[in-house]
């Protein structure tokens, strides 16, 4: 079983609709959870932290966290074509503090006009 | 508004010659992590440092790699004697606390011929 798991798609939305965006983990002690963004030859973005189970809403993005079906989502609403790119999920591994994160394969959201 | 800072962003390197990858982290940020991309694949965990500490090396290869992160300075991460399977992206990330959201430089593409 691979620590962080992601479709790597292609997930393709038209314009304006929502994006959903999954991601399970294998380290039960994690606490901490983020999202990137990365475009193509380009440097992981920031896109969310999300450390208490819920959602967390930021604008367009709402990550939704699940500890014990150890289950992370990301949703993307009123998708925009400039959102195309590959979304990564990022566990922190362990149960404190390590900083380091394990980061899925990603998935590849494709916005079609 | 500087963010991560990483040089050279490009840097080719002959087998068996050094390569020095510099970090200078975001301002008020004292933890840095480096990460690898390889082609086509997932972004990995390498090192972990504070100022003159390396917190966590769990991830660098046993051999070849070192990384350091002086009290003046950027971060260092060196590869001595590089061979073709190092070419690969190296980021650097940095955190103003263990376990806080991580922001990422531009990298440094190695290519080694």
């Known amino acids: 079983q691979k620590e962080v798991e992601q479709n790597s798609g292609p997930l393709s939305v038209p314009e304006g609709a929502i994006a959903s965006l999954n991601c399970t983990y294998s380290d039960r002690g994690s606490q901490s959870f983020f999202w990137y963004r990365q475009y193509s030859g380009k440097s992981p973005e920031l896109i969310m932290s999300?450390?208490?189970?819920g959602d967390k809403e930021d604008g367009r993005f709402t990550a939704q966290l699940n500890k014990a079906s150890q289950y992370v989502s990301l949703l993307i609403r009123d998708s925009q074509p400039s959102d195309s790119a590959t979304y990564l999920c990022?566990?922190?591994?362990?149960?404190?503090?390590?900083?380091?994160?394990?980061f899925g394969q990603g998935t590849t959201l494709q916005v079609k006009p | 508004n500087a963010g991560v800072m990483q040089n050279p962003r490009h840097l080719v390197r002959r087998r068996g010659q050094e390569a020095r990858l510099r970090c200078s982290p975001m301002k008020g940020h004292s933890h840095v992590y480096w990460y690898r991309q390889l082609p086509e694949e997932g972004l990995k965990f390498m090192v972990y440092?504070?100022?003159?500490?390396?917190?966590?090396e769990s991830g660098m290869p046993k051999e070849r790699f070192s990384a350091e992160f002086p009290k003046e300075g950027p971060s260092i991460l060196r590869i001595q004697q590089v061979v073709r399977g190092d070419s690969a992206a190296y980021f650097c990330a940095s955190s103003q606390s263990m376990g806080d959201e991580q922001y990422f430089g531009p990298g440094t593409r190695l290519t080694v011929t």
């Open positions: 440092l504070q100022k003159e500490n390396i917190i966590d």
């Open positions: 990022a566990p922190e591994q362990g149960s404190s503090n390590t900083g380091k994160l394990i």
């Open positions: 999300i450390y208490s189970n």
